[in-house]
Nanobody, 115 residues
Framework: QVQLVESGGGLVQAGGSLRLSCIRS????????MGWYRQAPGKQRELVAH???????NYADSVKGRFTISRDNAKNTVYLQMNSLKPEDTAVYYC?????????WGRGTQVTVSS
């Protein structure tokens, strides 16, 4: 059974940086396009970045130029480097397949950006 475990969140001031990690256990990681998603209070979950199995990346306009997604297939891990953080980046961040078929969602990691 696939498990997704996100980590690396925290409280940071605006302009700061965080690096999130997501370990995917079970399944065949290297064949999956993976995405980082976030959900702010009262809002729907949104895709912020994804990376194909070949390393091609794509970003939501709101994070383009500030966030970088990467993956280490040997470690079954996907990362999200977040720079120049803004208060509107505050959310719970999750990783999962790009879709449309998703694994069970993990607990996510809370990112809080203070102004």
């Amino acid at each position: 059974q696939v498990q997704l475990v996100e980590s690396g969140g925290g409280l940071v001031q605006a302009g700061g940086s965080l690096r999130l990690s997501c370990i995917r256990s079970g399944g065949i990681f290297r064949t999956n396009a993976m995405g980082w998603y976030r959900q702010a209070p009262g809002k729907q979950r949104e895709l912020v970045a994804h990376i194909t199995r070949g390393g091609i990346t794509n970003y939501a306009d709101s994070v383009k130029g500030r966030f970088t997604i990467s993956r280490d297939n040997a470690k079954n891990t996907v990362y999200l480097q977040m720079n120049s953080l803004k208060p509107e980046d505050t959310a719970v961040y999750y990783c999962n397949n790009l879709g449309p078929l998703y694994d069970a969602w993990g607990r996510g990691t809370q990112v809080t950006v203070s102004s």
